[in-house]
């Protein structure tokens, strides 16, 4: 019965796409239907306008990013569910909106990266590209050169609305001013959100009995009871070879990022903000309980019997292509690696796995808190942004079509995203959506991790166990980019 509803479920969440499928005269008729039941963006006549989306590549050159074809745009050969779901969406808004919709990729590494084509558009006073795709980190670079609009000031969106994320609107702004954001209008976003992933055949094989996911629901599935279980003498030398490497089984694997995604865990993001929407840095006033969040995590991460950190020595002495391919994400497929901790990105890449998996959230520090806490990537999740050469006169028709095509895309693409490609077939079991739950409802956005002031992302990133020492001279420093950013950009 359970499967039956799942089924009937999946079904009705591709009926849109289904009915896209039909003929000319069904498509006309699911449009007015959609149009009329749900659409609330008025409709405006573009005149034919070209509006042109410009995104960065993600997984380009990447054999663990899979899937990735654009936000808004696209693939049109051997499209996914997903790409099917777009492309409904940009037929619907050149129909009703009377525009063309393009766009292009780029990846920084064999083309010119979004932050440099945006760079040059501005500073030449072009307008060349409408809506821009990037991560949070190459994104902040944009806004510290005052080379975005603040999205609130565009007329015709509002931010308020449910296809945008709430979450992300209100971390992500300073001073009520918001440069970049994600919702529905992006789905990159969703897979650049961290989880934990666990290989269901290791487990049985090493006689676990616990229920992670019913560890979960109690409400104990905290950092003490994880590092618990990744040192009941899971870690092996299988190989034979007398030493604890690659080729072997493992607790845990991950990678240096990670250290700051616990301490995120631990509700201690970088920066906070306070009552007048200004960002400051939570070390600043509360050093002690992250401090003590980063010991603990050193402490484990540093323990190489247990736990196998991709980019840190000896793996990064081996001369791998891809260290992180090479080891972590290697061992997981290939069913040695009990525990891998890494974004929903890399979920797709497991399809073909033999073994089967589950996802988890990441732990909590300690059960006294109220909720998880989720991060974002820096450099593999999609954020909006605008570029401040787009004419006063093009600003109300835009963003009026960007607030129809991301509301249209709530209603389109999130469900064949969300429930249907990520939870019924990326994931191979219920229990996992159940998870996808929780993990998406308690995702955060930290200010301090997009900008990195005086490079201190670095700092929550390092296996150094020194962590007063290295974060004196830091603090200093970032405090400092900060309040400089705040007086550049008339913050204060």
Not at 128 to 134: G, H, N, P, S
Request: charged fraction near 25%.
């Amino acid at each position: 019965m359970k499967k039956l509803l799942l089924i009937l479920m999946a079904l009705c969440m591709l009926a849109p796409l289904m009915v896209a499928c039909g003929s000319e005269e069904d498509e006309s008729s699911a449009s007015e239907v959609d149009n009329s039941m749900v659409m609330t963006t008025p409709v405006v006549d573009l005149g034919g306008r070209e509006i042109n989306v410009l995104c960065h590549h993600f997984g380009a050159n990447s054999n663990s990013i899979l899937g990735y074809t654009g936000e808004i745009i696209y693939a049109e050969e051997n499209p996914s569910s997903v790409d099917e779901a777009k492309r409904q969406v940009v037929d619907f808004i050149e129909s009703e909106y009377n525009c063309k919709i393009v766009g292009e990729m780029v990846d920084g590494i064999n083309s010119t990266s979004v932050v440099d084509i945006v760079k040059n558009q501005v500073t030449s006073g072009l307008h060349t590209y409408d809506i821009c795709f990037d991560s949070l980190g190459r994104a902040s670079t944009l806004a510290l050169e005052n080379m975005l609009l603040d999205i609130r000031t565009v007329p015709g969106i509002d931010l308020s609305k449910p296809w945008w994320d709430q979450n992300a609107v209100a971390d992500l702004s300073i001073s009520d001013k918001v440069f970049f954001t994600c919702g529905d209008i992006n789905t990159y976003d969703d897979q650049g959100t961290w989880c934990v992933l666990f290989n269901k055949n290791l487990k049985s094989k090493l006689n676990i009995e616990e229920d992670f996911y019913q560890i979960v629901r109690d409400d104990n599935w905290t950092f003490d009871k994880f590092v618990e279980i990744c040192k009941s003498d899971i870690t092996s030398d299988s190989s034979g070879d007398g030493v604890l490497d690659e080729k072997d089984t493992w607790a845990f694997g991950t990678e240096t990022y990670n250290i700051y995604v616990h301490v995120v865990a631990g509700g201690h993001k970088i920066a906070q903000k306070d009552n007048e929407d200004i960002p400051y840095l939570t070390l600043s006033n509360d050093t002690e309980a992250t401090y003590k969040i980063l010991g603990d995590v050193l402490e484990f991460y540093n323990d190489q019997s247990t736990v196998m950190v991709a980019n840190a020595p000896p793996y990064t002495n081996k001369g791998f292509t891809n260290v992180w391919e090479e080891t972590v994400h290697k061992s997981f497929v290939e069913g040695r690696e009990l525990f891998y901790m890494c974004g929903l990105i890399n979920v797709a890449s497991f399809r073909k796995m033999e073994d089967e998996f589950g996802i988890l959230p990441v732990p909590k520090y300690s059960k006294a808190q109220d909720r998880y806490y989720h991060t974002v990537s820096r450099d593999n999740a999609t954020v909006m942004f605008l570029p401040t050469t787009i004419p006063a006169e093009d600003l109300e028709n835009l963003g009026t079509v960007i607030s129809a095509i991301s509301e249209y895309s709530k209603y389109v693409v999130t469900p064949a995203y969300y429930d249907v490609q990520l939870k019924y077939r990326d994931s191979r079991d219920d229990e996992s959506g159940e998870m996808l739950d929780l993990i998406f409802a308690s995702r955060t956005f930290d200010l301090g991790c997009a900008y990195s002031w005086g490079g201190i992302v670095g700092e929550y990133m390092s296996l150094n166990e020194n962590i007063a020492s290295r974060f004196e001279s830091c603090i200093s420093k970032a405090e400092t980019e900060l309040q400089n950013m705040l007086e550049d950009l008339d913050f204060q």
